[in-house]
């Protein structure tokens, strides 16, 4: 299997719409196997038809455990091995180890506990499989670079795997307070990268159209986004290059927010579906345009990334855009600094397709 990177997976949820794939293009979806479950229809269709027969959609798929919602919560009753047999019964193309996050300022030793069972729950997936259909992907977690470390040296002792992912990061990277925030962040992509050379990266939901580049940077490959839905839901649309856009009536103000001349240039020069039927009006009226004139502009970022990367363009690019923002602009100096000299490897040598 190829995966093209850097790769992005749209976050779906099973019953919602839009679907940008019946509208054009997209790298791939994920779903959340914790949320199937719990809707008794939903997962009966999708173990008969299999991930790609129910949402009809021949990319790749990737579904996640649902660990997040371990976030707030010690314990959910659910185990390893039923998340298995959905996997293996619906068969998408990745399957995600469950895995109990960690949260910031959670105290040490809760947070080992945490560690010690998304080990067990690794173990016990890998070895309960009877099936290398879908492939799995093991979740680094950790506080610091010792603790994650001795992690991924652990996983490593369970098997060998394609992609790993690193999780516990979302609450941290819209914090440019250092310690814990996007910084630390940074550091951790880097690092990870560095013990794991020549794997496929995934970071875990941070894929907005300015922290992709920031985690590519680091040493990302691949990430997910949900907030394509979510930012059209609070009435934003993303521009490319210049972030979002509020273009509905928020609480304080009745009116609509007006975009610049730059801003209105760029939608017009949109190619969406959205855009090229119903233009900012319908924008501004539809929740389902927004999301899918969103999720457009995430995959066109996205192959644009990949171009740039063949032409030895993308670290200039990187810091154009993030130099921009006053959060992420910092962020990026540190990511030069804890970043090794091979972390960039693939970026500058051009080299996108890896093959697992």
């Given at each position: 299997?190829?995966?093209e990177t850097p790769f992005l997976w749209f976050i779906q949820p099973i019953r919602a719409t839009p679907k940008p794939w019946q509208f054009f293009h997209i790298d791939g979806v994920m779903l959340n196997a914790y949320e199937i479950l719990r809707n008794e229809g939903a997962a009966k269709q999708v173990r008969s038809k299999g991930a790609h027969?129910?949402?009809?959609?021949?990319?790749?798929?990737?579904?996640?455990?649902?660990?997040?919602?371990?976030?707030?919560?010690?314990?959910i009753n659910i185990n390893p091995e039923i998340?298995?047999?959905?996997?293996?019964?619906?068969?998408?193309?990745?399957?995600?180890?469950?895995?109990?996050?960690?949260?910031?300022n959670l105290p040490q030793e809760i947070a080992e506990r945490r560690m010690i069972k998304t080990l067990e729950n690794t173990k016990r997936m890998v070895e309960a499989r009877r099936t290398t259909n879908p492939e799995l992907i093991p979740v680094i977690h950790g506080y610091d670079t010792s603790s994650i470390e001795r992690y991924v040296k652990k996983l490593k002792e369970i098997g060998d795997f394609s992609i790993y992912g690193i999780g516990s990061l979302v609450p941290s990277v819209f914090n440019s307070k250092g310690v814990g925030g996007i910084y630390n962040v940074i550091e951790i992509v880097s690092f990870v990268r560095t013990l794991l050379p020549n794997k496929i990266i995934h970071v875990f939901g941070v894929g907005s159209t300015l922290t992709m580049h920031l985690m590519f940077y680091a040493g990302a490959n691949s990430i997910d986004s949900s907030s394509w839905r979510s930012k059209a839901a609070f009435?934003?649309?993303?521009?490319?290059g210049l972030?979002?856009?509020?273009?509905?009536?928020?609480?304080?103000?009745?009116?609509?927010?007006?975009?610049?001349?730059?801003?209105?240039?760029?939608l017009d020069e949109c190619k969406c579906p959205a855009c090229e039927r119903e233009g900012l009006e319908g924008l501004r009226r539809s929740f389902v345009l927004r999301a899918l004139h969103n999720a457009w502009v995430y995959q066109r970022e996205i192959e644009k990334t990949r171009e740039l990367i063949k032409s030895g363009e993308y670290e200039e690019y990187v810091k154009r855009v993030i130099g921009r923002t006053k959060v992420f602009s910092r962020a990026l100096e540190v990511a030069d600094k804890f970043k090794s000299k091979n972390t960039c490897k693939d970026l500058i040598n051009g080299e996108t397709t890896l093959q697992i």
């Open positions: 299997m190829k995966i027969g129910f949402l009809k959609f021949n990319g790749l798929i990737a579904m996640d455990s649902g660990g997040f919602l371990f976030m707030k919560r010690d314990a998340i298995l047999a959905l996997y293996e019964e619906s068969k998408p193309n990745f399957g995600v180890v469950l895995d109990h996050p960690l949260t910031p009435g934003a649309i993303q521009l490319p972030g979002d856009r509020y273009i509905t009536p928020r609480k304080r103000h009745k009116t609509y927010p007006k975009l610049s001349m730059e801003e209105q240039r760029v």
